[in-house]
């Protein structure tokens, strides 16, 4: 079955990096894209960027531009997702999520909690 | 960016209502629209895409309609799981955009 698995909770200071990764498996990696999603505390869905497994192409959502990288690696199935110059309004939970052809995104990893604080 | 504006953000309702949650986009998005459920602690969780076509495994209570910039999820008989979180996702335009949620609640 597919299954995508996120890393762990993560605690930075304003200031620094993270990088989170989720590891898929259940279905042929480089046939779909990821995408990335997050979520602040007791507030909605906020969609970052996504990511073509295939061949690495990319494309972030413009808040994030310079301080967002997406990346792949297709011999471990693994996606990555690095956010730099963390601020406290970054705290919330990230998530992972398979996007289909057609790009509705159908199968969500569990969540990776990062919390930015001093 | 493709705004997407869902209503109501919240609503009380009883076991077996009939309960509808509207969500109107910025543009035309082309039946490119999908909604999530999405309980306390949890990762969302794909019912319908396409605006009406249901995800495999996910109860017939759960239908989609709409066209256009105009589209409803509809819950028919609603059950106890059913108290959770609902977002439309369009999916015609990069960026992604997400409605801002309606909360169901146990009236």
């Known amino acids: 079955q597919v299954q995508l698995m996120q890393s762990g909770p993560e605690v930075k200071k304003p200031g620094a990096s993270v990088k989170v990764s989720c590891k898929t498996s259940g279905y042929t990696f480089g046939a779909y894209g990821l995408s990335w999603v997050r979520q602040a505390p007791g507030q909605g869905l906020e969609w970052m960027g996504r990511i073509s497994a295939l061949n690495g192409n990319t494309r972030y959502s413009e808040k994030f531009q310079g301080r967002i990288t997406m990346t792949v690696d297709t011999s471990t199935s693994t996606a990555f997702l690095d956010l730099r110059s963390l601020r406290s309004d970054d705290t919330a939970v990230y998530f992972c999520?398979?996007?289909?052809?057609?790009?509705?995104?159908?199968?969500w990893g569990q969540g990776t909690l990062l919390i930015v604080s001093s | 960016d493709i705004q997407m504006t869902q209503s109501p953000s919240s609503l009380s309702a009883s076991v077996g209502d009939r309960v509808t949650v509207t969500c109107r986009a910025s543009?035309?998005?082309?039946?490119?629209l999908a909604w999530f459920q999405q309980k306390p602690g949890k990762a969302p969780k794909l019912l319908l895409f396409a605006a009406s076509r249901l995800e495999s495994g996910v109860p017939s209570r759960f239908s989609g309609s709409g066209s256009g910039t105009d589209y409803t999820l509809t819950i028919s008989g609603l059950q106890p799981e059913d108290f959770a979180t609902y977002y439309c996702?369009?999916?015609?335009?990069?960026?992604?955009?997400f409605g801002g949620g309606t909360k169901v609640e146990i009236k």
């Open positions: 543009q035309d998005i082309h039946n490119s």
């Open positions: 999520a398979r996007m289909s052809a057609t790009m509705y995104t159908d199968y």
């Open positions: 996702q369009q999916y015609y335009r990069i960026p992604l955009t």
